[in-house]
């Protein structure tokens, strides 16, 4: 009796033992492999790189910002519908980037081709705190208020459900994403008033070459003119995503003194249609690069093509798409990340690749843009 007792005792501390001997075996296995594990992986993914993803989101806008130790911002969220295909690209870039969540989505206005996914996509990935401008005041007569409104009710009742933080944004305020120097410049129709370091300077195309576009209502009414328009600073490499921000909003911007300075990324204002990207910006800022989000058929028009190419510097341009419509005025194909379109509507519809451009930017002076389509890459020295 007292030697099985003995026994049945020793067994079970032996059993405790073994058990308490595999977790600390586990524990101590776990703080050997998983901690430098895990720096090592963080390191060899970013390379202390800001890394940006434009994704393919057929003519609106949807850019993610990841920095260097993981912290994340998606400029806009591209359509609704399509079958959520584009809260499934979304979710693909983030899923290369490494990440699980989205720590900031900054809705730019209310535009479906910037909103319209925002709801699909919260369904698809958890995300932490939406930007945004404050609330939709486009009406008539500007044209298709009713589909501006539509996505922006969808968005409102997606920020009632209280599961996100919700920050309004103001000019000149800067974005409090951890490991990202982001200034507001444009938001709600209004332009920050001083200039941003190292700007400043008269710009010489004021005055000249300022006269909007044929039809141009001034000032915009319409939900573009209200877009949240930021610049990011990350080491000596200066980038520029206006959203749609409309001329005049621009020419606050870049008349008298120009605001913004010389910027090495330019993401090409609304996509490369009429009402954005006007010559005092294009030729005031004085791109190194500029990339284009424009679709098959939407956007990339021939006189933003024309007025990049030819704007003090020769920037280089990239394109989401290949403008059907822009024939020659293209870029080169190396630097266009879609030759195909989408093809068909609604059942039928059947999706091209959607590849992307991404950018990883350095804090020297070094940037690159690889096209996911060719595999090929090329870098750029900030000048
Ligand atoms: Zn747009």
Redesign the pocket.
Known sequence: MFAQLKSAIGAGLASRFRRLCGWLGLLLAAMLVAAPGRAAQSESRSHGQLRIYFVDVEG??ATLFVTPDGHSLLVDTGWADHNDRDADRIVAAAKQAGITRLDYVLITHY?G??VGGAPQLAEAIPIGTFFDHGPDREEAPVSGWQFTKAGYDAYMKLLATGKYKHVVLHADEKLPVRGLEATVVSANGTVMDRPLPGAGAANSTCGTADQDPEGFQDPDMSENGRAVAIVIQFGRVRILDPA?LTWDRERMLMCPVNKLGHVNLYIVG??GMAGATSPVLVYGIAPQVAIMDNGATKGGGIPALDLIRNAPGKPVLWQLHDAERSGEHNTDPERIANLEAPTGRGPSEVNDKGYMLIVTVSRDERFAILNQRTGQSQEYRAN
Request: hydrophobic share 0%; aromatic share 0%; glycine share 12%.
């Open positions: 609106g806008q535009h081709d910037h749609d609304n996509h």
